[in-house]
């Protein structure tokens, strides 16, 4: 059939997809400092138009983004958007390097330099996908479109903009990103959500200066002892967050999601050595529940009074509480933050909220979707083994961009090996990963050609 001649073909060259991602690697492309990145846009570009995508680079506030194309003339075809980032981590420390960070070298099955899988070795393998397709076969069974920006490293701050201003330019059926590290066992790993993350801090004054803790002590306010004990307003024992309507509308795994955290590997004393605790204390589902699909409250951190050397006999007058929430699906940033400040006005009301950071929504994909299920089919067959599937992740990215602001699912499936040490000394991607990264992405062009 049509896709063994393409994966064929991959094999083949093999050595050619290397050389490019080497000369991607070689060119600097650093967003904290300014340093390479308009020129790697022009780079990208130009691999991306030799591999037969109409290619364009659009400015924004900030750095270039990369836009590409591969149309049907059926416009009935679905289209993938593939989404990645061609900027990177600064390298230092240099010192730690055992090979130049942007002059990539190949040891034991890897590729080194910085970018190599965070994220030049995982956006190319999309490209290489679509070339190789192109090469053999002339044609795609469906459109494809990419999005490759280049201020991912410092937070993604105009993509949001630059998306709501494309809409019509870049609408798809999927978004497909891959990034990251796959599952640490070495299994195949797809994502079908993540929380959101909202920061703010808590400020509490009591008096205008520090005083004397013998002098003024038992007749005064502590502003610590306060801040602690509001802080024991909002959380019980069993870590149920007391916020009025914290949990409204968080919703309940469904069947389906239930059944794909039970297939999940989990081995709770591993995870307690990897996590550095004497012990995980939730059965498997409570466990993922919890990481997957419910809110939390955290203290970052506490400030004030005196934490130098020495002693300090002083009743603080000030104290800080850094905090932060992660939200889940249909949890709003604006609604839990009013029923924060409710929380205060009924406990505390002198004490002050800010909020410095812009929040970061929570998103979701159904993995029931026919769109899921063919992408998980993809991936299994590519690596001939059941990927670990996570209906969602505890942690947070930017994925809400795809999902709320252009209206479609989004599925992440990362390409790089779990010890890739992304924004680390000597950074890598296994050849491996990265040739299977680029048969994975030509199977699910494949895969959804034929099936939807």
Known sequence: MSIEKVQARIKELEEEYLEILKGLVRQKSISTEDIGVRECADLLKGIMEKAGIDTAIYETGGQPVVYGEVKRENSESITILFYGHYDVQPPEPLDKWDSPPFEPGVRKGRIYGRGTGDNKGQLITHVLAVKTYLETLGSLPVNVKFLFEGEEEIGSPNLIPFVQKHQELLKADLVLTSDGPMHESGAPLIAFGVRGVMN???HLKTASTDNHSGNKGGVIPNAIWEMVEF???MKDEKDQVLISGFYDDVVAPTAYERELINNLPYDPDRLAT???VDKIHHEKEDFYSRLLFKPTLTINGIRGGHIGEGTKNIIPCESTAKMEIRLVYDQEPEDLINKVKDHIQRYNPSIRLTRE??????????????????????VEQTFSEKPVVYPGMGGSLPDYVWTKVLGVPSIMIPYANADEANHAPNENL?????YNGIHTSARIIYELGKNL
């Open 200 to 202: 703010f801090d808590l």
């Open 231 to 233: 802080l024991s307003t």
């Open 274 to 276: 990897v996590y550095g």
């Open 357 to 378: 950071e812009e929040d970061m929504r929570p998103s979701k994909t159904s993995a029931e979707l026919d769109i899921s299920k063919a992408v998980i089919r993809s």
């Open 430 to 434: 296994k050849l491996d990963c990265f």
